[in-house]
């Protein structure tokens, strides 16, 4: 087959790795839709939910494709066609990954500016600097994933090997969005637990902390994987890591939605989970920047506190 990714039949492992892809990425499928659906139409964004917004529809994207991917790789399995649609869905996976990375270093980073620099951030800060960066690596992440496509695919008449220059590129700005996340996560951290004033964990904080725990556990294997592309030579072993990545990467984009969900049901001075509460409540509450103690202090005296009166005046 010219140019196609799979030159022998499947075994038992990667039939059992292609349904289990299915299952995870259709329910994830379904999470990221009921988040887009609640940030784009039934809840007032703010400046977190910008991004939150954003990475889910990267999310969704790549399921999507993942999902498509995987019904291709079954039909080749059995039927023996073409497998002529990866050219196309891998642009396309690329952008939406890249896309995801940059919006949690994104997040990352907004809070690690907040907590570091509160006045700034409070009263200094663009009104509108979450939706232009969330354009720019829109942008950014699709004019790179057009130039693999076009530099490598097109080139090289559709090899299912990127060439070394476009794996570099690609490798350097994965690596750079990885500094930034690990870099603002570890100051966001060293902040809250040595600083001489030691700030209360939020919703938000768990929110973050969690995606970006699960992003390095079971999402960067495919971006490391996607970086060395070129230094594979066996077709066969690079399916069986490409296979068991993008699975992990799967995975990571599905449970999202339920980290959301996960810690806005959580009660937490009694330590329990909350029942009858709607979605659009759950993500709420998942997304606060403020604790119980100060949710309290405003119940008490009618009026919030300077830190959330400032921020919603400066962006509602």
């Not at 809250?192 to 973050?208: A, P």
């Not at 294997?221 to 699975?247: C, H, K, M």
């Amino acid at each position: 087959m010219d140019g196609s990714v799979l030159d022998f039949p499947f075994d038992m492992t990667m039939l059992i790795l292609t349904w289990l892809n299915i299952i995870f990425s259709l329910v994830g499928l379904v999470g990221n839709a009921v988040v887009l659906w609640l940030l784009g139409f039934c809840m007032h964004r703010n400046v977190v939910s910008v991004y939150i917004l954003n990475l889910a529809g990267a999310d969704f994207l790549f399921l999507g494709c993942h999902i498509t991917g995987c019904v291709n790789d079954l039909i080749y399995a059995f039927n023996f066609t073409s497998l002529a649609i990866y050219k196309f869905l891998f642009p396309v996976i690329m952008c939406s990954y890249i896309t995801g990375l940059s919006m949690l270093s994104a997040i990352s980073a907004e809070r690690c500016l907040s907590v570091l620099w509160p006045i700034w951030h409070r009263l200094h800060r663009p009104r509108h600097m979450s939706a232009v960066i969330c354009a720019l690596l829109w942008a950014l992440s699709l004019l790179l994933s057009i130039l693999a496509y076009v530099y490598c695919y097109l080139s090289l008449r559709f090899s299912c090997y990127p060439c070394p220059t476009m794996s570099f590129i690609t490798a350097a700005w994965l690596l750079f969005l990885f500094v930034v996340l690990c870099g603002s996560s570890l100051a966001l951290l060293v902040r809250m637990l040595c600083g001489s004033t030691r700030l209360q964990l939020t919703r938000l904080y768990v929110t973050i902390g969690l995606t970006v725990l699960v992003f390095l556990l079971c999402g960067l294997p495919a971006g490391i994987l996607v970086s060395l592309l070129s230094w594979f030579t066996n077709t066969r072993d690079y399916f069986y890591y490409a296979l068991i990545a993008v699975f992990m990467s799967g995975i990571n984009s599905s449970i999202n939605p339920f980290i959301y969900f996960f810690v806005g049901s959580f009660k937490q001075n009694q330590h329990q989970w909350q029942q009858g509460k709607s979605l659009k409540l759950i993500l709420k509450k998942a997304l606060e920047s403020i604790t119980e103690v100060d949710k309290s202090s405003v119940k008490m005296s009618g009026f919030p506190p300077f830190s959330v009166s400032v921020s919603t005046n400066v962006h509602s």
